[in-house]
């Protein structure tokens, strides 16, 4: 039995994303106003805050506006006013329609938003926080929760100095318990602890299966005669096929710098489509490539996104804590925005805990977090979305369109429909016989790049010798079964070379997991057909560093 040392505080937030950071001020906010003191700390796993952030971002600074009022006047990065909209309508890699906005759901638009990194955003929240007493602790990966009679009492952090058999190195150092009369989770899409909460305490069975997409994003460097500072660019159709859903952006940010991605649902059927090769061959469509011509990428970096929406939402409270943002899935997808949502459900979370702290018995399950939720615009606003993805998995791409512009821009998400997507994004891949190979081009080392220099830009490490943190339920399952029925589709939804089927001597097929290439995106923790991975957080401070993303 590993002894561990024990720290109290009132409050303890996993994630240092906008969710937990957004909590993190306003119970500070608050307790300041009560002339109560909180010990509050908030974990994170990312060598420093904004390490392991990656957003779009085009930034709605509702939340904010209620959080920090006088942000501009205390130096908010948040600088790049939205100019300019296009939208278009890809027909094939030369092709695109311009949309007009008559015809496009008016969530589309982006009048007023801002073009932000949002890694360097939480690094400026970072710093209000701790301007009002919030400790911080990035490197520290949360590990595992403590649960006793049934209620979450706080969360252990990782052991440092492990090597990959599980024994001590020396440098050996064990993981600290974090103990909290409340525990905020805020790990983001698909967060390992969330995960498990959610199962423990059946949060989701009045929910539909969460759904998720992943979303690429590269920084690049461009001639300054191209660039079009606040101008906002989204596409759908090529390169994805009709029952593979998703889109494209391109977003002219300050600095003579673009950001251009793509989303993929995972939902998609086909085995061999790559999400990664897709997302390079879409910059060769004259929109994209008359831009990023003759420029430099200088960053990348990949992660999932919960897009299920207002149906997929679990039951966000239980004994001993709160689950907030892309960890509970509040994420609007109508918008492609999910800042500024999981920044008011951090500072819901906060508002239900100071009134739990200021009483002589606080209970320990805050229900009251229900309540305020359902109050709330961000309640509004993600039920005023709620068939957006369904309407699209439902009726395809272009009725599915047409019912949601007619949804948004006529009654504001008041149609007496209700659309519901009950299928596990996993359980929708076809057998590889079933489908047809897809031939993706060479990368040309211009436009387009192979996932390993892909991978260096993301600035990935992870400790030397330390236990894999991708942990397979049954190590025969990626041949036997995934192989044999799917091709493997692994080696092809991971954006950063993770896994490979070798040959050994023999001619005996192996799984090779490359888990130092891991940029943390949960892909095939949410994809795997058969359900055999799971992620847990690895080391503290490994993974990606991205500067600004």
């Given at each position: 039995m590993v002894e561990r040392e024990t720290m109290e505080f009132d409050v303890v937030v996993v994630g240092a994303g906008p969710a937990g950071l957004s909590c993190a001020i306003r119970l500070a906010q608050q307790a300041q106003q009560q002339e109560k003191e909180l010990m509050i700390c908030v974990v994170e796993k990312g060598s420093e805050v904004g390490a392991h952030i990656l957003?779009?971002?085009?930034?709605?600074?509702?939340?904010?506006?209620?959080?920090?009022?006088?942000?501009?006047?205390?130096?908010?990065?948040?600088?790049?006013?939205?100019?300019?909209?296009?939208?278009?309508?890809?027909?094939?890699?030369?092709?695109a329609t311009s949309i007009p906005h008559i015809a496009v759901p008016k969530t589309f638009k982006n009048h007023g938003n801002y073009i932000v990194s949002m890694g360097n955003v939480c690094r400026w929240l970072a710093e209000q926080a701790e301007q009002l007493g919030v400790e911080i602790f990035p490197g520290f990966s949360a590990h595992s929760l403590i649960i006793e009679d049934d209620e979450v009492k706080g969360i252990v952090t990782g052991d440092m100095g492990v090597d990959k058999d599980g024994q001590p190195k020396d440098s050996y150092m064990p993981g600290m318990e974090l103990r909290a009369k409340y525990t905020v989770f805020a790990e983001g899409c698909r967060g390992h602890l969330g995960k498990?909460?959610?199962?423990?305490?059946?949060?989701?069975?009045?929910?539909?299966?969460?759904?998720?997409?992943?979303?690429?994003?590269?920084?690049?460097?461009?001639?300054?005669?191209?660039?079009?500072?606040?101008?906002?660019?989204?596409?759908?159709?090529?390169?994805?096929?009709?029952?593979?859903?998703?889109?494209?952006?391109?977003?002219?940010?300050?600095?003579n710098q673009v950001v251009v991605g793509l989303i993929i649902d995972l939902n998609y059927s086909n085995p061999y489509l790559s999400?990664?090769?897709?997302f390079q061959r879409m910059k060769h469509h004259p929109i994209f490539a008359q831009v990023l011509e003759g420029g430099e990428?200088?960053?990348?970096?990949?992660?999932?996104?919960?897009?299920?929406?207002?149906?997929?939402?679990?039951?966000?409270?239980?004994?001993?804590?709160?689950?907030?943002?892309?960890?509970?899935?509040?994420?609007?997808?109508?918008k492609i925005k999910g800042n500024h949502t999981a920044m008011k459900s951090g500072m819901l979370a906060a508002d239900c805990i100071i009134e739990a702290?200021?009483?002589?018995?606080?209970?320990?399950?805050?229900?009251?977090?229900?309540?305020k939720f359902k109050a709330s615009w961000l309640y509004e606003e993600l039920y005023q979305s709620r068939n957006f993805g369904p309407a699209i998995h439902k009726l395809g791409r272009i009725l599915g369109g047409a019912y949601n512009t007619l949804d948004q821009n006529i009654f504001s998400g008041a149609l007496p429909f209700t659309f519901k997507d009950t299928h596990h994004d996993h359980a929708m891949l076809k057998p590889a016989s079933e489908c047809d190979k897809i031939d993706y081009p060479k990368p040309d080392g211009k436009l387009s790049f192979d996932k390993l220099s892909s991978v260096f830009l993301s600035n990935t490490n992870h400790e030397e010798s330390q236990p894999c943190h991708l942990k397979l339920a049954d190590a025969s399952i990626p041949i036997s079964v995934n192989l044999e029925k799917y091709a493997e589709p692994a080696q092809r939804y991971c954006p950063a070379s993770v896994y490979e089927i070798n040959e050994n001597d023999a001619g005996e097929k192996q799984f090779v997991i490359n888990a130092q290439n891991c940029v943390h995106c949960k892909t095939c923790d949410i994809k795997d057909p058969s359900q055999n991975i799971t992620w847990v957080t690895p080391e503290g401070a490994g993974g990606p560093n991205y500067p600004n993303m």
């Open positions: 957003s779009g971002a085009v930034f709605e600074t509702k939340a904010l506006d209620e959080l920090l009022p006088d942000w501009k006047d205390k130096g908010a990065p948040v600088t790049t006013e939205v100019t300019t909209d296009e939208i278009y309508l890809f027909k094939d890699q030369a092709s498990q909460l959610i199962k423990q305490f059946d949060l989701d069975k009045d929910a539909t299966p969460q759904h998720y997409g992943i979303g690429f994003k590269e920084i690049w460097q461009i001639d300054p005669s191209k660039h079009k500072e606040g101008t906002v660019v989204h596409g759908t159709g090529w390169p994805l096929e009709k029952d593979t859903h998703g889109g494209s952006f391109m977003y002219h940010a300050e600095n999400p990664f090769d897709e990428r200088v960053s990348y970096g990949a992660r999932a996104i919960a897009k299920g929406g207002f149906h997929s939402l679990p039951k966000m409270h239980f004994p001993g804590g709160l689950l907030v943002g892309c960890d509970a899935g509040t994420l609007n997808f109508a702290l200021v009483d002589e018995q606080p209970k320990a399950d805050l229900a009251s977090f229900a309540e």
